[in-house]
């Protein structure tokens, strides 16, 4: 059972900057899919926001290309999300998850596949 704490939430104003990390509790050999995804308020699906494999490839959603960036620590077992340029839409709970034993692929941002979740943390930007 991999357990996921997520940190670095907060509130900034429109055009700052924040830097989400995910600690997991244990390492995962081979192919692992983590990703963060949020849920706004009002809003009732989980959206994704950007998803990584083990080698390092990379996907974004739509709306954070250019704004965020995901990275991974592997030997700290730590990822991250660096948030970059926030928006008010931006504000909402972000969470981070993982799907052990599959790479991301084309339907990374599905909530429904990942196995664990982290907790969240708050995200607000203020207009």
């Known amino acids: 059972q991999v357990q996921l704490r997520e940190s670095g939430g907060g509130s900034v104003q429109t055009g700052g900057s924040l830097r989400l990390s995910c600690s997991a509790s244990e390492y995962t050999n081979g192919d692992v899919c983590m990703a963060w995804f949020r849920q706004a308020p009002g809003k009732e699906e989980r959206e994704g926001v950007a998803g990584i494999d083990s080698d390092g490839t990379t996907s974004y959603g739509n709306s954070v290309k250019g704004r965020f960036t995901i990275s991974q620590d592997n030997a700290k077992k730590i990822l991250y999300l660096q948030m970059n340029s926030l928006k008010p839409d931006d504000t909402a709970m972000y969470y981070c998850?993982?799907?052990?034993?599959?790479?991301?692929?084309?339907?990374?941002?599905?909530?429904?596949?990942?196995?664990?979740w982290g907790q969240g943390t708050q995200v607000t930007v203020s207009s």
């Open positions: 998850a993982s799907d052990p034993g599959w790479r991301c692929g084309t339907g990374w941002s599905m909530p429904r596949r990942m196995s664990y």
